[in-house]
Every structure is written in structure tokens, then in C-alpha cells.
């Protein structure tokens, strides 16, 4: 596209939702990793979400400490002592099921103490449960500024990483 003479590259939607979710991220309250979601069905944002404590709690921004970080417990581990509601699922709480089913999650994520991307993100085990059932079918993840890793949804459920390894 040519506008006035010179020559305007305009952003492929993948990295332009991942962008409006990187947006959403700003809201985090989580001391060690941000992160920002937002589903989209038909060009249209149907909800987002980002990680912070539920409504009324205090947030670790609040107390000034990440349990975890405190007990170096390693990440993807032991979500029960995070005060945190994941970006994923106050994404999907916020949304109407009917509104999900065929849809796209977007998902961006940094490192709190650096803004340093988060290489290789991929939701936790309990949020690619909520995803499954709530119909949505990619979620699309960004690696670096411009970089992002697709997912099919159906490839978690025909994979089942909450299957026991038969010895």
C-alpha cells in the first residue's frame, strides 16, 4: 500500500491481536510473569483476560511478594500457592460459551523483572483443560515482537498430556 509517496506495511492480524493482548498484559498483577489474553471469534475481541488475584483479594503487587518466587519453586509448578487467576481463564470466565465455540485465544507473555519475552509459551495443563471445553479451536502464541506459534486445539485433545506414561 502507497500512501503520499511512500510505502505502508500493514500488520498481519495475528501479530495486531497479539499486540491488543500485550495491551491487556499491562493489568497484570504477578511479580514474576505477565501475561494478557484475548479470544477473538469473526474479527470481533470477545473477551480478555490477564493474571492477577481474584476480584477483592490482594494481588502480589499489593503484598509486595510472590509466594512462589519466595519458596524458588520452579515455573509449572505447585499453581496452588499462586494467588493468581491465569490471563487464559479470566479470559474465558468473561466470555459466553457459545461465543468461544470455533474461536481464536491469543496470548502474550513476559518475564516481570526484565519485559523479556517468554520463550516457548503454552498455557498450564488446568487452562488447556478450559480451553478444550470451551470450544475455543487455536490459540496462538507470541514469541518475540513479530513471532508467533499457532496451535491447534484438537491436537491437546488427541494428545493428552494428562494420561499416564504406560511403563
Same mark, same amino acid.
Given at each position: ?25 499491562? #493489568? =497484570? ?13 469473526? @474479527?470481533? *475481541?470477545? $473477551? +480478555?483476560? /490477564? ?31 499462586? #494467588? =493468581? ?13 457459545? @461465543?468461544? *465455540?470455533? $474461536? +481464536?485465544? /491469543? ?47 484438537? @491436537? ?12
Amino acid at each position: 500500500m502507497s500512501y503520499g509517496g511512500y510505502s505502508m506495511k500493514r500488520k498481519d492480524k495475528e501479530n495486531y491481536y497479539l499486540d491488543i493482548a500485550e495491551t491487556v498484559m499491562e #493489568r =497484570s498483577t504477578c511479580l514474576r510473569r505477565r501475561y494478557g489474553a484475548i479470544i477473538v471469534l469473526n @474479527d470481533e *475481541i470477545i $473477551a +480478555t483476560g /490477564y493474571n492477577g488475584a481474584p476480584r477483592g483479594r490482594k494481588n502480589c503487587g499489593d503484598l509486595e511478594y510472590c509466594t512462589r518466587e519466595n519458596l524458588n519453586i520452579p515455573s509449572g509448578e505447585r499453581y496452588e500457592l499462586c #494467588r =493468581s487467576v491465569h490471563a487464559e481463564a479470566n479470559a474465558i470466565i468473561s466470555a459466553s460459551r457459545r @461465543d468461544m *465455540i470455533g $474461536a +481464536t485465544l /491469543y496470548l502474550a507473555g513476559t518475564e516481570a523483572s526484565t519485559g523479556d519475552y517468554i520463550s516457548e509459551v503454552t498455557p498450564c495443563t488446568m487452562c488447556r483443560r478450559l480451553i478444550i471445553n470451551a470450544g475455543i479451536a487455536k490459540v496462538i502464541t507470541r514469541n518475540k515482537k513479530d513471532t508467533f506459534t499457532v496451535t491447534h486445539v484438537r @491436537d491437546w485433545v488427541f494428545n493428552d498430556d494428562s494420561l499416564p506414561a504406560i511403563l
